[in-house]
C-alpha cells in the first residue's frame, strides 16, 4: 500500500491542538480511502524547544524533512519570544530555502458559515489568493543606522527579481486556467511604486501572452480592498506580492467568517522540496489550552495537502465531510459564534467521513 511520509510540525499554541486534530482526521481518511496510508513523524520544533536550546529547530532540522513527502505545519509564535525569532527561526527558515514561493489561500463561504458581508452568499465567493512567498517585502533586506537617536535611520527594502515576479504570476495564470471562470486579478501599487510594480505590470502582460484562454485585469491594491467587499463575485484567483498578499488574504479570511477555517499551502511547484501545509491562523494563546480551537483551518489545509499528493478523490471526500460539519451551526467552535469544541468539531469531521459513501 502507498506510504505518504509527512513531517508534522505542530509548533505553538494552538497549533499543537490543530494538527492533532488533523492528524487524527487524516488517519481516518486513509483507512476509509483503503489505498494509502500515512506515517507522520512529528517535530517538536517552536518557541518551547527555543526556550530550552537557544534555537526554534535544530541545526540539521531542514536536512530530517526534506525528503518528506510534505509538512505539515500547525503555527509559531510565544508571548515571551519575539515575532522576527519564532518567524524566521522556524515558519520562514522552512520556506525559503525550500523555495516554497507559491503561498496558495483558497478563501470560500462554508455552507452554514455567515460572512459578514450579509448581501453576499457562498457562490459569489469563491477566491484562491496567490502570495509571493520568497521575496518582496519580506526579503529581508534593510537595516536600521543611529539607533535610538534623533538621526536614525531604518530602511527595508522590497526586493523583486524578474525570475521571482515571472513565476509567481505564471503559477497564478496555470491556476486560473485550471479553474471554471479562468478569471484572474493581478494587484499591485503600480502607480506609487514606480520601479518593482511597475515591473510585475509589465511581466503579468507579457505572461498573459501565454495564456489566451484567460481573461486578467490589474488592480492597485486599495481599490482591490474596497472591490473584494463591494463587488466579490467579480474575483476568482487573484495573484499579489508578499505584502499586500498578506494583507489581502486576512481581509479574506474574515470575509469568509472566520481566521480559523482559513487554509494555506506554501508550494514548491517544481517538487524539488515538500511542500508545507497550515492553517492561516497564528499559535492564538489567548485560547490555548480551551480546547476550542476552530480546526477547519487546518482540515482544509489537509485538503490542499491531498490534492498535492496526487489524492484528489480523497481531498473531495474531506471537504465533503467539513462542508457538512460546518453547515450545522451546533458544530460551530465560538470564533463562529458556537459553543463547540475542538474535539467535537473533530468528532463530527471523522464521522462524516465514515458515514460518506
Ligand atoms: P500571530 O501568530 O499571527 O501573531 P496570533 O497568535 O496573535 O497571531 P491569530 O492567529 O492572528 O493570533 O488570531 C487572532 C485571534 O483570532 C486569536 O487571538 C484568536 O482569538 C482567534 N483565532 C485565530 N485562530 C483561531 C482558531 N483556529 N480558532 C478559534 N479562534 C481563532
Request: aromatic letters at 8%; one cysteine or more.
Given at each position: 500500500?502507498?506510504?505518504?511520509?509527512?513531517?508534522?510540525?505542530?509548533?505553538?499554541?494552538?497549533?499543537?491542538?490543530?494538527?492533532?486534530?488533523?492528524?487524527?482526521?487524516?488517519?481516518?481518511?486513509?483507512?476509509?480511502?483503503?489505498?494509502?496510508?500515512?506515517?507522520?513523524?512529528?517535530?517538536?520544533?517552536?518557541?518551547?524547544?527555543?526556550?530550552?536550546?537557544?534555537?526554534?529547530?535544530?541545526?540539521?532540522?531542514?536536512?530530517?524533512?526534506?525528503?518528506?513527502?510534505?509538512?505539515?505545519?500547525?503555527?509559531?509564535?510565544?508571548?515571551?519570544?519575539?515575532?522576527?525569532?519564532?518567524?524566521?527561526?522556524?515558519?520562514?527558515?522552512?520556506?525559503?530555502?525550500?523555495?516554497?514561493?507559491?503561498?496558495?489561500?483558497?478563501?470560500?463561504?462554508?455552507?452554514?458559515?455567515?460572512?459578514?458581508?450579509?448581501?453576499?452568499?457562498?457562490?459569489?465567493?469563491?477566491?484562491?489568493?496567490?502570495?509571493?512567498?520568497?521575496?518582496?517585502?519580506?526579503?529581508?533586506?534593510?537595516?536600521?543606522?543611529?539607533?535610538?537617536?534623533?538621526?536614525?535611520?531604518?530602511?527595508?527594502?522590497?526586493?523583486?527579481?524578474?525570475?521571482?515576479?515571472?513565476?509567481?504570476?505564471?503559477?497564478?495564470?496555470?491556476?486560473?486556467?485550471?479553474?471554471?471562470?479562468?478569471?484572474?486579478?493581478?494587484?499591485?501599487?503600480?502607480?506609487?511604486?514606480?520601479?518593482?510594480?511597475?515591473?510585475?505590470?509589465?511581466?503579468?502582460?507579457?505572461?498573459?501572452?501565454?495564456?489566451?484562454?484567460?481573461?486578467?485585469?490589474?488592480?492597485?491594491?486599495?481599490?482591490?480592498?474596497?472591490?473584494?467587499?463591494?463587488?466579490?463575485?467579480?474575483?476568482?484567483?487573484?495573484?499579489?506580492?508578499?505584502?499586500?498578499?498578506?494583507?489581502?488574504?486576512?481581509?479574506?479570511?474574515?470575509?469568509?467568517?472566520?481566521?480559523?477555517?482559513?487554509?494555506?499551502?506554501?508550494?514548491?511547484?517544481?517538487?524539488?522540496?515538500?511542500?508545507?501545509?497550515?492553517?492561516?491562523?497564528?499559535?492564538?494563546?489567548?485560547?490555548?489550552?480551551?480546547?476550542?480551537?476552530?480546526?477547519?483551518?487546518?482540515?482544509?489545509?489537509?485538503c490542499q495537502m491531498l490534492e498535492h499528493l496526487g489524492e484528489k478523490p480523497a481531498a473531495d471526500r474531506l471537504m465533503r465531510a467539513v462542508e457538512r460539519v460546518t453547515a450545522d451551526p451546533a458544530l460551530h467552535t465560538p470564533d463562529l459564534g458556537g459553543t463547540a469544541t475542538t474535539r467535537a468539531v473533530t468528532d463530527a469531521v471523522i464521522a462524516a467521513i465514515r458515514g460518506d459513501n
Open positions: 500500500m502507498k506510504q505518504y511520509r509527512i513531517a508534522a510540525i505542530p509548533g505553538d499554541g494552538i497549533g499543537k491542538e490543530v494538527i492533532a486534530a488533523g492528524i487524527e482526521v487524516l488517519d481516518v481518511l486513509a483507512e476509509r480511502e483503503g489505498r494509502f496510508r500515512f506515517a507522520f513523524d512529528r517535530f517538536d520544533w517552536g518557541s518551547d524547544y527555543y526556550k530550552k536550546h537557544g534555537v526554534m529547530m535544530p541545526a540539521d532540522g531542514r536536512e530530517k524533512i526534506k525528503d518528506h513527502d510534505a509538512i505539515f505545519f500547525g503555527a509559531v509564535g510565544a508571548p515571551d519570544v519575539p515575532d522576527h525569532i519564532t518567524l524566521w527561526g522556524l515558519r520562514l527558515a522552512i520556506c525559503q530555502p525550500f523555495d516554497q514561493y507559491a503561498n496558495v489561500r483558497p478563501t470560500r463561504i462554508l455552507p452554514g458559515i455567515t460572512s459578514p458581508l450579509r448581501h453576499v452568499s457562498g457562490p459569489e465567493l469563491d477566491w484562491v489568493i496567490v502570495r509571493e512567498n520568497s521575496e518582496g517585502e519580506y526579503a529581508g533586506v534593510g537595516g536600521r543606522v543611529h539607533q535610538g537617536h534623533a538621526n536614525e535611520v531604518a530602511t527595508d527594502v522590497s526586493m523583486m527579481t524578474r525570475s521571482g515576479v515571472d513565476r509567481i504570476i505564471r503559477y497564478a495564470f496555470a491556476l486560473a486556467r485550471s479553474r471554471p471562470r479562468k478569471l484572474l486579478t493581478v494587484v499591485t501599487k503600480s502607480n506609487a511604486q514606480r520601479h518593482a510594480m511597475v515591473m510585475w505590470d509589465e511581466i503579468a502582460a507579457e505572461v498573459a501572452q501565454d495564456f489566451p484562454d484567460v481573461t486578467w485585469d490589474k488592480m492597485l491594491v486599495d481599490a482591490m480592498t474596497m472591490r473584494m467587499v463591494g463587488k466579490p463575485e467579480t474575483l476568482d484567483t487573484i495573484v499579489a506580492t508578499n505584502l499586500h498578499a498578506d494583507i489581502l488574504s486576512d481581509l479574506a479570511a474574515a470575509l469568509a467568517g472566520s481566521l480559523g477555517i482559513a487554509p494555506t499551502a506554501n508550494i514548491n511547484p517544481e517538487r524539488r522540496f515538500p511542500s508545507m501545509f497550515e492553517p492561516i491562523h497564528g499559535s492564538a494563546f489567548d485560547i490555548t489550552g480551551k480546547g476550542i480551537a476552530n480546526p477547519v483551518g487546518t482540515f482544509w489545509t489537509a
